[in-house]
């Protein structure tokens, strides 16, 4: 989007020529810092003694962790950014939530009434199985794809070392904890709504949401392994 021009609009075009300049002019001073600055580091490293160089090997240790806090937040902002704006998927998923729900609430019609019955029991245990399946393959069929979709981006950006692995995968997991907690709470009000599960809507929720976490979870390992042309 940055180095883009809009050919319809003149106007809106030369402001993109001018932003894209000021960009090529900004990364080639950019470039031009840093080469120097290697030369500089490379000449300096050639005089130093052992003790001063291990002391400057703690300082850059030093300032490379601090680094890592921009480029979470970086990635944390894009991750949530792509998460929201994916309208369609999330309706869907909100709706399949809700129907998941209903559905489980009409299959096991013993479990309408506020009193507990005997022969509900078996009915509750398969209703709450049922329940943690869906969620879980809900999760893990929107999650495993992730990889296979960014996967050329992650290798370009990798490359260029803009951010380690567990960065990326520490944002990428952060975003999605929101949107899985909200999805559970959908799921669970409806569920409660429609049933007598003697189970608190807090605790139901608080289950559901973890359980949600981790069919994400076994996506972000599958997609991770599996090839990008063979992710399922």
Known sequence: ??????????????????????????????????????????????????????????????????R??????????????????????NVLRLLMNIGNALLLAGIFPTIHTTIPLVNSIADRVALLSFAAINLCMLAYMKSVTLFAQERPVIQRERTREQYSVAEYIVAKVLA???????????????????????ITWSRLTSVVSLLTMAGASMGYSIGGLVPADQNY
């Open 176 to 198: 999605e904890i929101p949107l899985d907690a909200a999805f559970a709470v959908a799921f669970t009000t409806t569920l409660k709504l429609c049933t007598g599960l003697q």
């Open 68 to 89: 890592w806090i921009p480029r979470l937040g970086a990635l944390l902002r894009r991750s949530w950014r792509q998460n929201i704006r994916d309208l369609n998927l």
């Open 1 to 66: 989007d940055l180095v883009s021009i809009d050919s319809e609009d003149l106007d809106q075009a030369a402001n993109d020529e001018a932003r894209i300049q000021r960009l090529a002019a900004a990364f080639a001073e950019h470039q031009r810092i840093s080469s120097s600055s290697r030369r500089n580091n490379h000449t300096a490293l050639s005089i130093r003694t052992l003790p001063y160089t291990t002391v400057q090997g703690c300082q850059r240790s030093w300032k490379s962790t601090v």
